[in-house]
């Protein structure tokens, strides 16, 4: 059984850089989604989101696809995205 690297990288204090799941407060044109950004992990955690460079058409995708999402989260009842994101 192998331990996932960002467990071992805060227990090793290894230093590594994971990706780590996290709500997303506009970043990339969308707010309220969760992305798997990367960050520097290590013992005192994961530290701030390392910088991303996307092309067009990447952000054309990621675009595309948090719009799918916000549209889901939407249609289901009670619940609106701000909402959402804390469970």
Same mark, same amino acid.
């Not at 990339?28 to 994961?46: E, I, K």
């Given at each position: 059984?192998? %331990?996932?690297?960002?467990? #071992? &990288?805060?227990? %090793? #204090? ?7 799941? #996290? %709500?997303?407060?506009?970043?990339? =044109? +969308? ?5 798997? $950004?990367?960050? @520097?992990?290590?013992? *005192? =955690? &994961? =530290? ?5 460079? @996307? ?6 995708? @990621?675009? +595309?696809?948090?719009?799918? $999402?916000?549209? %889901? $989260?939407?249609?289901?009842? *009670?619940? &609106?995205?701000? &909402?959402?994101?804390?469970?």
């Amino acid at each position: 059984c192998r %331990t996932p690297r960002s467990v #071992d &990288a805060i227990g %090793t #204090d290894g230093r590594r850089v994971v990706p780590v799941p #996290d %709500t997303v407060g506009g970043e990339f =044109g +969308h707010g309220d989604v969760s992305l798997s $950004l990367p960050r @520097l992990v290590g013992a *005192g =955690g &994961a =530290g701030s989101v390392l910088p991303v460079s @996307l092309s067009d058409d990447e952000l054309g995708a @990621l675009a +595309h696809r948090g719009a799918c $999402l916000e549209r %889901t $989260l939407r249609r289901r009842p *009670g619940c &609106a995205p701000a &909402a959402c994101s804390t469970r």
